[in-house]
Nanobody, 126 residues
Framework: QVQLVESGGGSVQAGGSLRLSCAAS????????MAWFRQAPGKEREAVAA???????IYYADFVKGRFTISQDNAKNTHLQMISLKPEDTAMYYC????????????????????WGQGTQVTVSS
């Protein structure tokens, strides 16, 4: 099990930037995927980006390609750099960790992930 704590959320105007961070503790050596999801009020949680720590693959949702970048300092710190933010990016952002090699599902499936953070709010005004 890992514990995840997000930070870096805030309020910005459209076109602005934010950098979210996710600090992991616990059994971090067992993490195979780190991902970011988001959930806006009244909407379902949706996948934003994922980084496969073992094979090095990175995936993005179509709606953030070219604007968001997922990266990792080490096994314990994962970041989401967001530029050119839009009002529709307003949501609670969560980081999630998959422990062990994934044997089913896809990076964008929430059920793949074992542990979740509490979330950090991002608000983009027009």
């Amino acid at each position: 099990q890992v514990q995840l704590v997000e930070s870096g959320g805030g309020s910005v105007q459209a076109g602005g930037s934010l950098r979210l961070s996710c600090a992991a503790s616990g059994s971090t050596s067992t993490i195979h995927i780190m991902a970011w999801f988001r959930q806006a009020p009244g909407k379902e949680r949706e996948a934003v980006a994922a980084l496969y720590t073992v094979r090095g693959a990175i995936y993005y949702a179509d709606f953030v390609k070219g604007r968001f970048t997922i990266s990792q300092d080490n096994a314990k710190n994962t970041h989401l750099q967001m530029i050119s933010l839009k009002p529709e990016d307003t949501a609670m952002y969560y980081c999630a960790a998959k422990l062990g090699e994934p044997r089913f599902g896809n990076w964008y499936d929430a059920y793949v992930y074992n542990d979740w953070g509490q979330g950090t709010q991002v608000t983009v005004s027009s």
